[in-house]
């Protein structure tokens, strides 16, 4: 009888073929595309991507490719995976791309549609002299380029830049793509003109500085049977779609619809007696019927015009809409927010499809800036700004690649101020130019308040421990953006004071004041404070809780306790803009006050002054601050040593011993 033996199990995987795209890439020298990736195992392991001449371009590990000089290339990209037999690197999915690095030699306006009627728009973007120099192959170059756009008549439509329908006004470098919106009948002529921001880049052949296009535009009135108040309604729909009719009688009463009427034939459009109309492969046009029998004996007739037509372009809108502050305009989305880009399709004259049919097909010149997916609606898509940057959005169809549409997609911080270099004792007072579209600000949040302790009504902040925290400024329905604040630890404090010849119990007498920063920056207040935020630093953050104040005498003869002499506390100085734990002495208590005032005044001009501080570091140093002579002048000091100074080393002369009796620290 024969042994039976079992092998041990192994993992099976079928997967799609592993393909990188696009398969050729275009660039000029300096501007940056990533290679996108298909199918391969799931959960994709890591493509190693090398090129063949490192010379023409370079490619990092994300995939982004760099244009360097003329020439051609190829990247490879490579999933590999370790033999669990052998222990050995194996490949066992593999692609390449085409790179050509090209200079451009002219540039040319895309103008889908040259004769438009009026209170229409239409997408027009730059493009090189041939169909694969597209925006992707120029748009992201660093140095840019920068593009201006003129028009020769003003009157006849308006030039504007994407996403002006949600307020946003885009610097010239991400304007190669503008919309056009018709006002008036007449004839107009657009102009573009294409710069290097540093000529010496290559971009542009024979060494130009700038190329220009320039393209014609006709605009004219609409067909109108009737007055414009009472204009009779028409469906426009491309060829081979479908399209639901709705009515406001729906439920309330018998509703029907029929064709009436096709020209040239009848496969232009059928209606199957449920309301669904399907167009046919030809353009045409055709009448279409529809009747509402009421249960009250009433009987409602309407007649419309349905027209079948090719779609000539698309064009990409944005939303939502962005409110800022009166005079304040945003150059960029706000970091983390949400927005939908929404998808219109035209004719040839600029008249908007009511349905589509068309398989769309998004590219992006980069994948770690935005995060972008098909909407919960047809011909939406949803995108979600993740990270600094700007990213170009393609969009074309499958079909018919050269209907196309491109958008800059710049993603920015919203909040200010620069939080970099943050440490603990740092005040930020945050702000936003977004509002809602009453003008109201939104609710500020927080994501570890014990390292960043915030007002959410104002937005100020106080940083408390190390770490790190994300500040949230929320517009319920509109926006929601962040900001991510590293808090560091603070290693050293930066101290100036004033410079006293006498102190004296006097009523309304000045006071002493020692001004402490954390950090290396020299300053702790961050950012433009509103005075319902200066309010808050003081009634509800109380950053003076970060520096416990403590007064003490060194080797004193006298059995007196400093605190029954001094008075000391801190406070947060909003106008030196820095932490003031200052030994503020504001009255002398109990009869020793004057004999030690006269002591102190006769001495003070021998006397240092020694702080011991613990609030923003892991142990207690005492160090040397302040030389008050009779006459001088304000010095500011900065310590970070633990170790005793230097010249107290040596043993002090007898004068000198009993002066240290006399000598005091404050400890926070």
């Known amino acids: 009888m024969g042994r039976k033996f079992t092998s041990a199990p192994r993992q099976i995987e079928v997967f799609p073929p592993f393909r990188l795209v696009p398969e050729k890439m275009t660039l000029i020298p300096t501007n940056m595309m990533q290679v996108m990736s298909e199918g391969g195992p799931q959960p994709q392991s890591i493509i190693h991507f090398f090129i063949s001449n490192q010379t023409v371009a370079v490619v990092n590990r994300r995939g982004q490719v760099t244009g360097k000089v003329v020439g051609t290339a190829v990247v490879h990209g490579t999933i590999q995976t370790?033999?669990?037999?052998?222990?050995?690197?194996?490949?066992?999915?593999?692609?390449?791309?085409?790179?050509?690095?090209?200079?451009?030699?002219?540039?040319?306006?895309?103008?889908?549609?040259?004769?438009?009627?009026?209170?229409?728009?239409?997408?027009?973007?730059?493009?090189?002299?041939?169909?694969?120099?597209?925006?992707?192959?120029?748009?992201?170059?660093?140095?840019?380029?920068?593009?201006?756009?003129s028009m020769s008549k003003r009157d006849v439509l308006d030039l504007v830049p994407r996403h002006s329908e949600v307020f946003l006004q885009l610097?010239?470098?991400?304007?190669?793509?503008?919309?056009?919106?018709?006002?008036?009948?007449?004839?107009?002529?657009?102009?573009?003109?294409?710069?290097?921001?540093?000529?010496?880049?290559?971009?542009?052949?024979?060494?130009?500085?700038?190329?220009?296009?320039?393209?014609?535009?006709?605009?004219?009135?609409?067909?109108?049977?009737?007055?414009?108040?009472?204009?009779?309604?028409?469906?426009?729909?491309?060829?081979?779609?479908q399209l639901k009719l709705h009515t406001n009688r729906e439920g309330a009463a018998f509703v029907s619809s029929r064709v009436l009427k096709c020209f040239p034939n009848s496969s232009v459009i059928e209606e199957d007696g449920e309301g669904l109309l399907k167009a046919g492969s030809i353009a045409g046009t055709a009448v279409l019927e529809v009747t509402s029998?009421?249960?009250?004996?009433?009987?409602?007739?309407?007649?419309?015009g349905v027209q079948v037509a090719p779609v000539t372009y698309l064009k990409i809108s944005s939303q939502p809409k962005l409110y800022t502050t009166q005079g304040r305009t945003l150059s960029a989305f706000p970091l983390g927010m949400s927005l939908t880009f929404i998808v219109q399709f035209y004719n040839s004259i600029g008249e908007k499809f009511h349905t589509h049919n068309t398989q769309l097909y998004v590219a992006l010149n980069r994948d770690d800036l935005l995060l972008i997916g098909p909407g919960n609606r047809n011909y939406t898509y949803m995108a979600q700004a993740v990270n600094k940057g700007v990213t170009l959005v393609g969009l074309w169809d499958r079909r018919h690649p050269g209907m196309a549409d491109y958008i800059p997609v710049a993603v920015e911080h919203a909040i200010e101020p620069d939080t970099k270099l943050t440490f603990v004792g740092d005040v930020i007072c945050f702000s936003t130019h977004l509002v809602n579209q009453h003008g109201e600000p939104g609710i500020w949040m927080i994501s570890a308040d014990s390292i960043l302790q915030t007002d959410i009504v104002t937005g100020v902040g106080v940083a408390r421990s190390p770490g790190t925290a994300t500040i949230f400024h929320d517009i319920p329905g509109v926006v929601k953006t962040y900001r991510e604040v590293v808090v560091n630890a603070s290693s050293r404090l930066t101290l100036s004071y004033d410079l006293k010849t006498h102190l004296t119990n006097t009523p309304n007498s000045t006071v002493f004041k020692l001004f402490i920063t954390t950090g290396r920056n020299g300053i702790n207040l961050k950012g433009s404070c509103t005075p319902n935020q200066a309010l808050a630093i003081t009634k509800v953050l109380l950053p003076e809780t970060?520096?416990?104040?403590?007064?003490?005498?060194?080797?004193?003869?006298?059995?007196?306790?400093?605190?029954?002499?001094?008075?000391?506390?801190?406070?947060f100085s909003m106008e030196k803009d820095q932490c003031e734990g200052s030994g503020v002495f504001k009255q002398f208590i109990g009869s020793y006050q004057i004999l030690l005032f006269t002591l102190f005044a006769v001495l003070a001009s021998t006397a240092f002054i020694f702080l011991?501080?613990?609030?923003?570091?892991?142990?207690?140093?005492?160090?040397?601050?302040?030389?008050?002579?009779?006459?001088?002048?304000?010095?500011?000091?900065?310590?970070?040593?633990?170790?005793?100074?230097?010249?107290?080393?040596?043993?002090?002369?007898?004068?000198?011993?009993?002066?240290?009796?006399?000598?005091?620290?404050?400890?926070?």
């Open 82 to 149: 370790v033999n669990e037999d052998t222990g050995k690197v194996i490949v066992f999915s593999q692609d390449e791309v085409q790179i050509d690095v090209v200079q451009l030699r002219a540039v040319r306006i895309l103008a889908a549609a040259t004769r438009l009627i009026t209170a229409t728009e239409m997408p027009v973007y730059v493009m090189g002299v041939t169909s694969t120099q597209t925006p992707f192959s120029f748009s992201n170059a660093n140095p840019g380029l920068t593009f201006q756009w």
């Open 171 to 241: 610097p010239v470098e991400n304007n190669f793509a503008m919309v056009v919106h018709t006002k008036a009948a007449g004839r107009t002529s657009i102009k573009v003109t294409v710069r290097c921001v540093n000529s010496s880049s290559g971009q542009f052949e024979g060494n130009l500085s700038e190329l220009s296009d320039e393209v014609q535009i006709l605009v004219f009135e609409k067909l109108q049977l009737f007055s414009s108040e009472c204009q009779p309604e028409q469906i426009l729909m491309p060829m081979n779609s």
């Open 293 to 304: 029998i009421e249960p009250f004996g009433v009987n409602q007739t309407t007649i419309t």
């Open 546 to 571: 970060l520096m416990l104040c403590h007064v003490q005498f060194n080797n004193t003869l006298l059995d007196i306790p400093a605190s029954k002499v001094f008075h000391v506390h801190s406070d």
């Open 612 to 668: 011991a501080y613990s609030a923003f570091l892991n142990k207690i140093q005492t160090v040397p601050v302040v030389y008050v002579p009779t006459i001088g002048t304000p010095q500011p000091g900065s310590y970070t040593s633990a170790s005793s100074p230097p010249f107290l080393s040596p043993q002090p002369p007898l004068t000198q011993s009993r002066l240290q009796h006399w000598l005091w620290s404050i400890r926070h």
